[in-house]
């Protein structure tokens, strides 16, 4: 498995109040999926997404990525399985400005420690090509389409060749006929074998996944699919 | 003689306290706008903060960067400050006659010295950065 979170509860206090944005979410993926997590606004998926993939930390509940126990690992080791093995897609696409599409992708291999930097250059220009804006890897984010500064996203998102990538609303900024071309391009990496985790409130969108998950107030309440590994009962 | 000589040599030594009272002033002053402009630059860029860290900057790669930028600052401070250092010196030479002396150990002191201005008031600022927390950061608007 690729993923496999248990009893993840996530809350937030606010005030007095205590809001669960998760109560109890267990939920497995395996290598290769494309998965969409869909719901009404507040329902908390940014919230699974971002814990899934750590960017936060759940109040409590377990985690296990690719084999690897990510609860109670420190920040810097986030940031290293960040680096490595995850890759985002955001829904405002977080380039940095006035920095061309080139420098936008090499970024994440400043940060990997031992990557060869003969190769950099080469790497992002190989896949901004794949992303089909071989014609701009020079232009800043100001001179390009959102479509065009969402595939500089996705290209940075791939460049430590990580096994999944992760994506909250990355077509809720585009038109009709952008937002096909990414998820085009979404169910290509994932032929080629990336696994896909995306959230999205529209069913076109979903549609191009090839499971659906829906959350409702912190709940998993379809297609949660839980297999535990060292929890036999789960599998009769 | 030896009067006037005890009396030069007083005045002299006051002098010298007073530069080096305005001289520490001075460089006080600086590095306490070296760090507000840290913490403005910190805040304005705090989006891009919690993506470099969603890329995998550790906080300690947040802190390196950071500081780098207050030393860049800092040093370039030096650099304008040595620049008019040496031409006043220059100056005042020339009009009043005095021999000019410059070391260039004075010089390369004074560019360290810029230098440890820059780490120790841009400290802060980037420990702020570091702790903050990926997910905050690009929910910021
Ligand atoms: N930092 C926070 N502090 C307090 N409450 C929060 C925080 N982040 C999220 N919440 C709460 O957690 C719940 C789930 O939020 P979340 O952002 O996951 O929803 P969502 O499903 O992504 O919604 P949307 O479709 O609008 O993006 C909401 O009730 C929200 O108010
Ligand atoms: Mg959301």
Known sequence: ML???????????????????????????????????????GSGKSTLLNILGCLDVPTSGSYLLDGVQVSG?????????????????????????????????????????????????????????????????????????GGQQQRVAIARALMCSPPVLFADEPTGNLDTKSSVDIMKLFTELNEEGITIVMVTHENDIARYAKRQIVVRDGKIIHGARFESADDPEAHT | MAEISQTIGSVSSMMTILLTTVAAISLLVGGIGIMNIMLVSVTERTREIGLRMAIGATPADILMQFIAESILLSTVGGLI?????????EIVGNIQHWPILITTSSIVVSFLFSALVGVFFGFYPALRASRLNPIDCLRYE
């Open chain 1, 3 to 41: 993923i496999e979170v248990k009893d993840l509860v996530k809350s937030y206090k606010v005030g007095d109040m205590e809001t669960h944005a998760l109560d109890g979410v267990s939920l497995t993926i395996d290598y290769g999926e494309f998965v969409a997590i869909m719901g009404a606004s």
């Open chain 1, 73 to 145: 690992m420190s920040r810097s080791e986030l940031a290293h399985i960040r680096n490595r093995k995850l890759g985002f897609v955001f829904q405002s696409f977080n380039l940095l400005a006035r920095t061309s599409a080139l420098e936008n992708v090499e970024l994440p291999t400043f940060y990997y420690k031992g990557f060869p930097s003969g190769e950099r250059r080469a790497r992002a220009t190989k896949l901004l090509e794949r992303v089909g804006l071989g014609s701009r890897i020079m232009n800043t984010p100001g001179q390009l389409s």
């Open chain 2, 81 to 89: 400050g040595v620049i008019f250092g040496v031409t006043g010196a």
